[in-house]
C-alpha cells in the first residue's frame, strides 16, 4: 500500500509540474520562488524509473489468512501458493486432532534461492531457536528442482505440533532438546490422506494380505525412518497412520492424543510409556495396543462398494472365482480345475454341484469387475446355464475360445499400457526430457521378465519335455517339437515276418 501511494504522489507532481511549466510558456514569465521550488521538488526521471522498478519487485513477504505462517524469499505466486498450502495442512490436523483454531506462534517459511539451482540434498529443513524467551518456529525451503509437497507438508505438520506443544512452557523451562516423534508426525500425516481421501487403500489392502505391516511396538522404536529402503519406507508410513488411526478412532481418543502430543515433544519417557500413560487400557493389558491396530488395519484394508479393480486385478480375482477343486480320494489331493478345459471338469464327480456357487461368486465379481471384463463375465455365466441344460462340452469349449483371446487381449493391452506410462515418467518427467525411445525400453522390459533357462544340457531338455507333457490338456495335440523326438516304426520285411 504505501508503495502504490508513493506512486500516486511520484505521478501528482509529474502532473503539476508539467502544468506549471506549460502555463510559464505561455504566459513568457519566469518562474516564481514558489514555484521554483515546487519544480526543483519533482523527481528526476531516475527517480521515476527506480519507483517502477520498486512497483514490479516481489513482495517482501506474504501472511497465511491464518496469520501463523509468514511466508518470504520469493515472487508472490509461489509465496502465495505456499501460504496456502500451510493453512490447508493446518486445517487439517486441527480437524483431525480436535484442536482449537487458534495459535499463539508464528512459523517463518524461507525460500532460498530459485528453482532453477541445483538441487541440495536436503531441501527442506525445519529449526527452532529461542528469541527473545519465545520459540521461533522456522522452515527453510530450497525450491532447486521443485518443491516436493510431500516433504513440506511433512514439515508444517512438524511445525504445527511444535506449536501446540511450545504453547504453554516458559523459555527457561524448556529441555535440552526438543523433538516431535517421527511415528507420529509420519502417522498423522498418513492420517490426513486417508480422511481426505487420498490415501491409496490398496496398499493398506496388498501389505495387510501379505501379513508385512510392521507390529506397533517397531513402528514407535523405529529411529531415522529416512534411512529404510524405499518398499520399507513404504510399509512404515502406512504402519503409522493405521496407529494414528486406530488411537484416534477410540472413544476419547481425540483429547487423549492432543495431550500425548504435548508429552511426546517435552517428556524423556519411552513411546510404549508415553503412550501407556495417556491410553489407560494398555497399561493393564500389553496385547490391547496390538489388537486395536489389528482391527483398524482390517477396517481400512476392506474394499468399499465403489471401488473398480483394474484389469490386471480382475484377471487374476477371475481366475480364482471360475476355479473349483476336484478331490481325488485314492490320492487325497485335491486338484484345481478351471472353467476353461470343460474337458476336466465334466469328469469331476460333483461338478454339477459346484457350478451354483461358481455362479453366484461370478455375480459378485461383477460388482468391482473393470467395465470391459462384465461382458465376459456374463458369457462365463451363460456358459454355466448351457453346461447346467445338457449341452455338449464340445459346443462349450468353442464357444470360450473368443472369450478367452478377449481376455489375453486385455492382459497384453494392460501390460504395454503400464508399461508406456513407466517409461513416459522415466523419460520425460523431471527437469528435462531423457531421450531414448518406447521400442527400446520395451525390449529392455523383455529381458528383465524373460525367465533364466538355465543350461541347456540333455537333463535340462528332458525335465522341460516332461513339463511340456504334464501341463498339456487333455485331447491336445503333441508339440511338434516333441512329435519329432518319436522315432518312427519300421516296417517289418517279409524276411522278418518268415522268421
Request: proline letters at 5%; hydrophobic letters at 40%; charged letters at 25%.
Amino acid at each position: 500500500m504505501q508503495r502504490q501511494i508513493t506512486a500516486m504522489v511520484c505521478s501528482l507532481l509529474v502532473t503539476v509540474g508539467n502544468t506549471v511549466a506549460q502555463e510559464q510558456a505561455v504566459a513568457g514569465a519566469e518562474p516564481s520562488a514558489a514555484e521554483a521550488s515546487t519544480t526543483q521538488a519533482l523527481p528526476t526521471a531516475q527517480e521515476l524509473r527506480k519507483a517502477r522498478k520498486a512497483l514490479d519487485a516481489p513482495d517482501d513477504h506474504v501472511v497465511s489468512q491464518s496469520r501463523m505462517f509468514s511466508v518470504s524469499g520469493g515472487d508472490s505466486l509461489h509465496m502465495g501458493a505456499i501460504a496456502t498450502k500451510a493453512d490447508e495442512v493446518r486445517g487439517r490436523v486441527n480437524a483431525l486432532l480436535g484442536f482449537e483454531d487458534d495459535h499463539r506462534f508464528t512459523v517463518s517459511i524461507r525460500l532460498i534461492g530459485q528453482t532453477t539451482d541445483r538441487e541440495v540434498a536436503r531441501p527442506i529443513r525445519t529449526r527452532i531457536s529461542i528469541i527473545g524467551n519465545e520459540p521461533n518456529l522456522q522452515i527453510r525451503i530450497h525450491p532447486g528442482g521443485g518443491i516436493d509437497v510431500d516433504r513440506l507438508t511433512n514439515s508444517i505438520i512438524t511445525m504445527v505440533l511444535y506449536e501446540r506443544a511450545l504453547r504453554e512452557v516458559r523459555a527457561d523451562a524448556l529441555p535440552d532438546s526438543i523433538r516431535v516423534p517421527e511415528w507420529l508426525v509420519t502417522g498423522v500425516q498418513q492420517a490426513i490422506l486417508w480422511r481426505s481421501g487420498n490415501a491409496d487403500r490398496r496398499l493398506y489392502r496388498n501389505l495387510f494380505e501379505k501379513a508385512e505391516m510392521m507390529s506397533p511396538e517397531t513402528i514407535i522404536s523405529t529411529e531415522n525412518a529416512a534411512r529404510l529402503d524405499a518398499s520399507s519406507r513404504e510399509v512404515y508410513e502406512v504402519s503409522c497412520g493405521v496407529l494414528v488411526m486406530c488411537l484416534v478412532s477410540r472413544e476419547g481418543g481425540q483429547a487423549q492424543l492432543r495431550e500425548l502430543v504435548a508429552e511426546s515433544v517435552l517428556t524423556e519417557g519411552t513411546p510404549t510409556e508415553i503412550i501407556a500413560s495417556h491410553f489407560h487400557e494398555l497399561g493393564i493389558d500389553e496385547g490391547m495396543l496390538h489388537r486395536w491396530w489389528a482391527l483398524q488395519l482390517a477396517a481400512m484394508a476392506e474394499a468399499p462398494a465403489t471401488e473398480m479393480l483394474t484389469p490386471m486385478e480382475t484377471e487374476q480375482q477371475l481366475k480364482e472365482v471360475i476355479t473349483i477343486l476336484h478331490y481325488d480320494k485314492e490320492t487325497r489331493t485335491s486338484r484345481p480345475v478351471s472353467l476353461d478345459n470343460v474337458y476336466a471338469l465334466m469328469e469331476v464327480p460333483d461338478w454339477r454341484a459346484q457350478m451354483r456357487p461358481l455362479s453366484d461368486r461370478l455375480l459378485e465379481l461383477t460388482v468391482h469387475a473393470f467395465p470391459g471384463y462384465r461382458p465376459i463375465i456374463v458369457e462365463y455365466q451363460r456358459l454355466i446355464a448351457e453346461l447346467l441344460n445338457g449341452k455338449s462340452a464340445d459346443d462349450v469349449q468353442q464357444i470360450l475360445g473368443p472369450v478367452r483371446e478377449l481376455r489375453e487381449a486385455y492382459v497384453t493391452t494392460s501390460i504395454r499400457a503400464r508399461d508406456y506410462l513407466d517409461w513416459y515418467e522415466i523419460t520425460h518427467l523431471g527437469k528435462s526430457p531423457r531421450k531414448g525411445s518406447f521400442a527400446t525400453y520395451r525390449e529392455a522390459m523383455d529381458v528383465l521378465r524373460r525367465e533364466d533357462n538355465g543350461p541347456d544340457t540333455h537333463m535340462s531338455r528332458y525335465l522341460e519335455d516332461i513339463e511340456v507333457l504334464f501341463q498339456l490338456g487333455e485331447k491336445e495335440a503333441l508339440p511338434e517339437r516333441l512329435r519329432k523326438q518319436i522315432p518312427e516304426r519300421k516296417k517289418p520285411t517279409p524276411d522278418a515276418e518268415d522268421e
